[in-house]
């Protein structure tokens, strides 16, 4: 996947144009790179799996990179290390990053962002060990909007040193703490059961009625 990836890019100019890598039903044992100007568009999430198998590492990493996207995949299995990783990691003055309609789940860390600006939108970041959304560095200005953060194990949504997430429309609920650093959006939903399907079987649609479906 990742040797796809280069070889595509090349052939594409470095990747100085935009690229779009679509990923079929499955599930796939990857530690992913992207650089800039790559659209990485799987199945649904519902279909499409990116798993890092515990390795210790981010699973999808963007360090020092323009327009990337990322959508339509569920992402888990970062496993946990002494440095910081998480399911997305955004790094090194990335900018014009967006992660959409993406599950981000049992990984250490949902995203990370250190030194980034983007959007993170209509995502279900939920059950990870540490963080939903993890954000350091007075460079990182992230929009978070149209989310789930749920049922993680430390915050929902954290910023120190200086980063800012401007938050709204987000269902938050059930983190350790909900929001450390950063006040909730004037119309982020709290304290409100998202009512996934099955959890337990990592089934995150929505039931009806479920706070979420038509809120955003």
Request: glycine content about 14%; proline content about 5%.
């Amino acid at each position: 996947f990742q040797t796809a990836l280069g070889v595509n890019c090349q052939r594409s100019g470095s990747c100085g144009i935009p690229l779009s890598v679509g990923v079929g039903p499955g599930t796939y044992p990857e530690q992913v790179s992207l650089p800039s100007y790559v659209r990485l568009i799987g199945s649904g999430a519902d279909k499409t799996t990116l798993d890092g198998g515990g390795g210790g590492k981010s699973v999808v990493r963007i360090a020092n990179a323009l327009h990337v996207e990322v959508s339509g995949l569920t992402i888990t299995g970062s496993g946990l290390s002494a440095s910081p990783v998480a399911g997305v990691e955004i790094t090194d003055f990335s900018h014009y990053i967006t992660v959409t309609r993406t599950v981000l789940r049992n990984n250490s860390s949902g995203v990370r962002l250190a030194g980034a600006t983007g959007l993170l939108l209509n995502n279900t970041i939920v059950g990870n060990v540490s963080d939903g959304i993890g954000s350091t560095a007075n460079s990182t200005w992230f929009n978070v909007r149209d989310n789930i953060i749920a049922a993680n194990g430390a915050n929902g949504l954290q910023t120190n040193d200086g980063s800012q997430l401007f938050t709204d429309y987000n269902l938050v609920f059930g983190n350790l703490v909900d929001y450390s650093g950063v006040a909730a959006g004037p119309h982020d939903i709290l304290g409100k059961d998202p009512r996934f399907m099955n959890p337990a079987a990592n089934d995150y649609r929505l039931q009806r009625p479920s706070p979420a479906v038509d809120a955003g």
